[in-house]
């Protein structure tokens, strides 16, 4: 069995290695919270719904933290009531195995 991806840590990209896709990308895909979409193989992406905005940007700052933690940081849009989180490795323009681990990471906020 697989060590779960929210346990993993993110690893610093140093370029030079190619994007996750096909069957690689998909089995991880898998490993997430099914609502998490890999948008043109290229990011991550989730909507997290909140009954306030002050509920969405604890949610922002607690994301932002264990961002700092991991060393690798998400684009976030904060709305009223909502928190779209998008995750790609930007060093490499695409998805890197870290990426799932942040958005597992992130779940389990």
């Given amino acids: 069995m697989k060590e779960p991806l929210a346990s993993q840590h993110c690893v610093p990209c140093r370029g030079g290695v190619p994007p ?3 069957k690689e990308l998909q089995d991880l895909l898998e490993r997430l919270d099914g609502n ?6 290229h990011h991550l992406w ?3 719904d909140f009954p306030d905005f002050v509920t969405a940007l604890e ?3 607690r994301v932002g933290e264990e961002a700092e933690r991991e060393g690798h940081h998400p684009d976030m849009h904060l709305s009223w009531g909502r928190v ?4 790609w490795t930007h060093k490499i323009d695409g998805l890197t195995e870290s990426d799932f681990v942040l958005a597992a990471r ?3 906020l």
Wanted: proline letters at 0%; a negative charge.
């Fill in 46 to 48: 989730k909507r997290f």
């Fill in 36 to 41: 998490w979409k890999a948008i043109d193989g």
């Fill in 59 to 61: 949610f922002v700052n």
């Fill in 84 to 87: 779209d989180v998008e995750i």
């Fill in 20 to 22: 996750l896709e096909g």
């Fill in 106 to 108: 992130i779940d389990r």
